[in-house]
């Protein structure tokens, strides 16, 4: 399945602006997306690492890419050198292994240094996605979906993590209140003899 790399590319376009009057002003213009910081520190450099030498296409000759990507790794970024190969952030993003069967990759971020016209985030108005459809997923029975989200200081949001902290955390005390009353059973019973 990792051999059908790159997944689906997205390009975002913000195409009008609704102003506070109800009135709606055309915009037309490319929202600007980076690939640089989506993946997590542990995999960067520590689990993927690139072949040894300056040179990644030294490194890589006499070797050949899966028939479905569409460039040599080390040809992933052109615009960032040390972004390429097995260090390609979506690459790593995209081979990290999904712990259920429904799982979200991160494709991208919305940089606002990159689009300064942002200033507050994605503002209400219209907007086109084009998709470049190179993951097919009918013969896995699957289904894709695409999500813009916003994140903060504690990640993402995910409501089935807080549920399961506040289980674990629930089931914790009751064993901690379990061992206290044990305990002070077992040092009466002691301090008897």
Do not use: C
Not at 15 to 20: A, D, G, N, P, T
């Amino acid at each position: 399945m990792k051999t059908n790399y790159p997944p689906d590319t997205f390009q975002l376009r913000w195409l009008s602006h609704v102003q506070k009057d109800g009135s709606s002003v055309v915009v037309d213009k490319k929202i600007n997306l980076t690939m640089e910081g989506i993946a997590w520190d542990s995999d960067h450099g520590t689990k993927f690492k690139n072949p040894g030498g300056a040179d990644l296409s030294v490194a890589f000759n006499g070797t050949a890419k899966p028939p479905s990507w569409p460039l040599a790794p080390y040809q992933l970024d052109p615009e960032n050198p040390s972004n390429n190969a097995f260090l390609y952030e979506p690459f790593i993003v995209w081979m990290r292994v999904a712990a259920f069967p429904t799982f979200r990759k991160l494709y991208s971020r919305i940089d606002m240094t990159l689009n300064p016209e942002l200033d507050g985030g994605l503002e209400e108005g219209k907007y086109r996605l084009t998709i470049d459809y190179n993951y097919p997923v009918l013969y896995y029975q699957s289904k894709k979906f695409f999500v813009l989200s916003t994140t903060s200081i504690f990640g993402g949001r995910n409501v089935m993590i807080g549920i399961v902290y506040l289980v674990v955390g629930s089931l914790l005390l009751l064993i901690a209140a379990a061992f206290a009353v044990i305990a002070r059973k077992d040092v009466h019973s002691f301090l008897r003899q």
